[in-house]
């Protein structure tokens, strides 16, 4: 749990980050090309090359291709479509989709979480009620790209590494990054821009940041927290972001927003939330019974 915290208060800043100083300014994937190149480099020295089954080293590299290398690619260019406040409030999704990931896991299927989900849509129209445009849907829906990879790829290390209990996690995580680097790379040389693959030292100096602290210690920490505690755990602690992230951006850098509309928005996606909750505590009494 402490694991998670700490990684929550890590990541807050890291949406204000991107959207103020790099995205439409540095091509999204170069920075995530970046990103993910510097936390390779970072567990590369602690990678255990030798006695690991190669089912393991498989299973993470496939892992961290769909957790950080598709996901980064969703959550980059969500920022060319959306404030920094709607991507973080959209991010509320990830528990939602932690759960049904899990079910899918078990082969199970839930219908009533499908009316949560649509009380969280709901609340992300209001948001965005006078706005609604092709941006803000294409926005919205690279937000869940986002949301739904970054829910499998924990739910998968969570399942694969309680396989593996007696293997240290620091010694094959490198492999976690490893996956995401072929996908981010080939990412970049297909759809970069060149001419925005040129950062400022101040750029850089964020880039180094959310490559070796966010990304490098900040997955390796989430993925073993993940592996520490139960799925609704770490569905809730999925939604700690989010107003940890509004409050960085809000407050921090004063971003005007309509607070309005935000706030019944917010309700709306928190009473969403509330409502799953009430589903899950169905479920679980009915197979109790």
Same mark, same amino acid.
């Not at 990830?94 to 839930?110: Q, R, W």
């Not at 829906?141 to 739904?148: D, E, H, I, K, T």
């Not at 293997?167 to 995401?180: E, L, T």
């Given at each position: 749990?402490?694991?998670?915290?700490? =990684? +929550?208060?890590? /990541?807050? %800043?890291?949406?204000?980050?991107?959207?103020?100083?790099?995205?439409?300014?540095?091509?999204?994937?170069?920075?995530?090309?970046?990103?993910?190149?510097?936390?390779?480099?970072?567990?590369?020295?602690?990678?255990?090359?030798?006695?690991?089954?190669?089912? #393991?080293?498989?299973? @993470?590299? &496939?892992?961290?291709?769909?957790?950080?290398?598709?996901?980064?690619?969703?959550?980059?260019?969500?920022?060319?479509?959306?404030? =920094?406040?709607?991507?973080?409030?959209?991010?509320?999704?990830?528990?939602?989709?932690?759960?049904?990931?899990?079910?899918?896991?078990?082969?199970?299927?839930?219908?009533?979480?499908?009316?949560? +989900?649509?009380?969280?849509?709901?609340?992300?129209?209001?948001?965005?009620?006078?706005?609604?445009?092709?941006?803000?849907?294409?926005?919205? #829906?690279? *937000?869940?790209?986002?949301?739904? +990879?970054?829910?499998?790829?924990?739910?998968?290390?969570?399942?694969?590494?309680?396989?593996?209990?007696?293997?240290?996690?620091?010694?094959?995580?490198?492999?976690?990054? %490893?996956?995401?680097?072929?996908?981010?790379?080939?990412?970049?040389?297909?759809?970069?821009?060149?001419?925005?693959?040129?950062?400022?030292?101040?750029?850089?100096?964020? #880039?180094? /940041?959310? $490559?070796? =602290?966010?990304?490098?210690?900040?997955?390796?920490?989430?993925?073993? &927290?993940?592996?520490? *505690?139960?799925? $609704? =755990? @770490?569905?809730?602690?999925?939604?700690? @972001?989010?107003?940890?992230?509004?409050?960085?951006?809000?407050?921090?850098?004063?971003?005007? +927003?309509?607070?309005?509309?935000?706030?019944?928005?917010?309700?709306?996606?928190?009473?969403?939330?509330?409502?799953?909750?009430? %589903?899950?505590?169905?479920?679980?009494?009915?197979?109790?019974?």
């Amino acid at each position: 749990m402490n694991y998670l915290v700490a =990684v +929550t208060l890590i /990541w807050a %800043f890291s949406f204000s980050l991107i959207g103020e100083f790099l995205a439409g300014r540095v091509d999204s994937y170069f920075a995530v090309m970046i990103r993910v190149l510097l936390a390779s480099l970072v567990f590369l020295p602690f990678t255990q090359f030798r006695s690991i089954p190669i089912k #393991l080293k498989a299973a @993470l590299m &496939g892992i961290g291709a769909v957790q950080i290398g598709i996901m980064y690619l969703f959550f980059y260019n969500s920022f060319l479509f959306l404030t =920094v406040p709607e991507v973080v409030l959209f991010t509320i999704f990830t528990p939602l989709y932690v759960t049904i990931i899990y079910d899918a896991f078990k082969k199970e299927f839930k219908p009533l979480y499908l009316i949560s +989900t649509g009380v969280a849509v709901l609340g992300a129209y209001i948001i965005r009620y006078h706005e609604v445009n092709s941006g803000f849907i294409i926005g919205f #829906l690279l *937000v869940q790209g986002a949301n739904f +990879t970054f829910a499998l790829g924990q739910s998968a290390y969570k399942k694969v590494m309680e396989s593996y209990k007696n293997i240290k996690q620091r010694s094959v995580f490198g492999y976690f990054h %490893f996956g995401a680097l072929p996908v981010v790379i080939v990412a970049f040389l297909l759809f970069g821009d060149a001419q925005k693959a040129h950062p400022s030292l101040l750029q850089w100096s964020i #880039l180094m /940041w959310l $490559g070796i =602290v966010a990304s490098g210690v900040g997955y390796f920490l989430w993925n073993k &927290g993940a592996c520490m *505690v139960d799925s $609704g =755990v @770490l569905a809730i602690m999925n939604n700690a @972001l989010v107003p940890a992230g509004l409050i960085v951006n809000l407050f921090i850098w004063g971003k005007p +927003t309509n607070l309005m509309l935000l706030t019944l928005g917010s309700i709306v996606i928190g009473f969403s939330l509330w409502l799953h909750n009430f %589903f899950m505590q169905r479920y679980q009494q009915k197979s109790s019974l």
